[in-house]
């Protein structure tokens, strides 16, 4: 009894912190955290949501009508749309949570920097994980005649139609 006491209330505290938010611009709603995803919903500019999860550079989101969904978060502005905190008791929450009581929006998405990718070594454990899920060559071959595939020679990209990015 104790424990889904414990689960109940967990559960309850989580729904009573979901972060309200608001759209910036007419966005897509998607099924699953991936720009492929199927769009089940379309938001316009300004539609309140609440965000009910993270992951990475997506919020999954539920609408006014109930309906849930991802969203990238780049997309989303927190608090209401008046750009006013809400104040009350979520006030009081966000400053026991975070010791701040305004809001401060921060997005960020992980990537590989210029450093990290000079810095790199070596991962032999990695290379052998890769080589395990490589497939023989005539193992390939062989699916690749048992279905209706040809072989096609693909030549390297000239060295001046590479990236033109600057060099930081």
């Known amino acids: 009894m104790p424990l889904a006491l414990a689960l ?3 559960l309850a505290s989580s729904l009573a912190f979901a972060e309200s938010a ?10 699953e955290p991936l720009g492929s995803a199927e769009v089940v919903a379309k ?33 989303l502005r927190t608090g209401t749309s008046d750009g006013k905190s809400a104040g009350g008791g979520n006030q009081l929450a966000a400053a026991f949570l975070t010791g701040s009581s305004g809001n401060t929006v921060s997005t960020g998405v992980k990537g590989l920097s210029p ?18 899920l490589a497939v023989a060559p005539d193992d390939a071959r062989q699916f690749a005649a048992s279905a209706p595939l040809a072989s096609q020679q693909v030549d390297y990209l000239k060295e001046e139609r590479r990236s033109r990015r600057r060099q930081r």
């Open 8 to 10: 109940a209330a967990t």
């Open 22 to 31: 608001t759209t910036l611009r007419a966005v897509d709603m998607h099924s």
């Open 43 to 75: 938001l316009g500019a300004k539609a309140p949501v609440d965000i009910t999860q993270r992951q990475g550079a997506w919020a999954g989101v539920k609408n006014a009508e109930g309906l849930d969904g991802w969203v990238r978060i780049l997309n």
């Open 115 to 132: 450093d990290k990718l000079r810095n790199a070594g070596e991962a032999p454990g990695e290379v052998a994980w890769l080589e395990q």
